[in-house]
């Protein structure tokens, strides 16, 4: 049974509701799933004062674990169309692992939240990429057979790099149910392909 771990940042709580969805669709395949954070680099009187979410329950991840895992499916929200440096942070720690090759052939995968429907979303998940690429890792996106990715009748995040969500200039709009439905849609396809590798 193939181990995914669902390594998220989340600073309101939109990509850490994603990652739980991300994490139900990979046990829906038959897989554990462990869903675990980055550490936070704001002070926290800064990010109480900024009311950033601190009371996430998903315990801290460290580097030196990431081999443990067949499969590793990052989420952060964008900064300026990129990856937020708490996640950057995190990766930056990981250049012993790519020098022993340790996540060569390991799967991975990606899922972000934006203020607006045009804010960055795929630029992000691409800057989440390069992570998992220079570490030699297969990518997955998130497949057209979700068919949340060509509704029309409503705004909703997704693309095909990945899962996402919309959480307006404020953070008060929350992950939808197709939105959270492609969050799990992406976490049983990585499933779905890591069981497939290891077999």
Do not use: C
């Given at each position: 049974m193939?181990?995914v771990l669902?390594?998220?940042?989340?600073s309101?709580?939109?990509v850490?509701k994603?990652?739980y969805?991300?994490a139900?669709?990979?046990?829906?395949a038959?897989?554990e799933a462990v869903v675990?954070?980055v550490p936070?680099?704001v002070?926290e009187e800064?990010?109480k004062?900024s009311h950033?979410q601190l009371?996430?329950?998903a315990?801290?991840a460290?580097?030196?674990e990431?081999?443990e895992y067949?499969?590793i499916?990052?989420g952060?929200p964008?900064?300026?169309?990129?990856?937020?440096?708490q996640m950057?942070n995190?990766w930056?720690q990981?250049?012993?692992?790519?020098?022993?090759g340790?996540l060569?052939?390991?799967?991975?995968?990606?899922?972000t939240s934006?203020?607006s429907?045009?804010g960055g979303?795929e630029?992000?998940?691409?800057s989440?990429?390069?992570n998992?690429?220079?570490?030699?890792?297969?990518?997955?996106?998130l497949?057209?057979?979700?068919?949340g990715?060509t509704?029309?009748?409503q705004?909703?995040?997704?693309t095909?790099?990945?899962?996402s969500?919309?959480a307006a200039?404020?953070?008060?709009?929350?992950?939808?149910?197709t939105?959270l439905?492609?969050a799990k849609?992406?976490?049983?396809?990585?499933?779905?392909?890591a069981?497939?590798?290891?077999?």
């Amino acid at each position: 049974m193939p181990k995914v771990l669902v390594l998220y940042y989340s600073s309101y709580g939109h990509v850490e509701k994603l990652a739980y969805a991300v994490a139900d669709g990979v046990r829906e395949a038959g897989s554990e799933a462990v869903v675990k954070r980055v550490p936070e680099l704001v002070p926290e009187e800064v990010a109480k004062a900024s009311h950033f979410q601190l009371d996430q329950k998903a315990p801290l991840a460290t580097p030196a674990e990431l081999p443990e895992y067949d499969a590793i499916i990052l989420g952060a929200p964008t900064r300026f169309g990129r990856l937020p440096s708490q996640m950057a942070n995190f990766w930056d720690q990981t250049g012993g692992l790519w020098a022993k090759g340790a996540l060569i052939g390991k799967l991975g995968a990606v899922f972000t939240s934006t203020a607006s429907q045009h804010g960055g979303q795929e630029t992000t998940q691409f800057s989440l990429m390069t992570n998992l690429i220079h570490h030699g890792m297969i990518v997955s996106g998130l497949p057209y057979s979700f068919a949340g990715l060509t509704r029309l009748d409503q705004v909703e995040g997704g693309t095909p790099y990945g899962a996402s969500t919309i959480a307006a200039a404020d953070g008060s709009r929350q992950p939808t149910v197709t939105e959270l439905d492609g969050a799990k849609y992406l976490g049983t396809h990585v499933a779905g392909i890591a069981t497939k590798l290891a077999s």
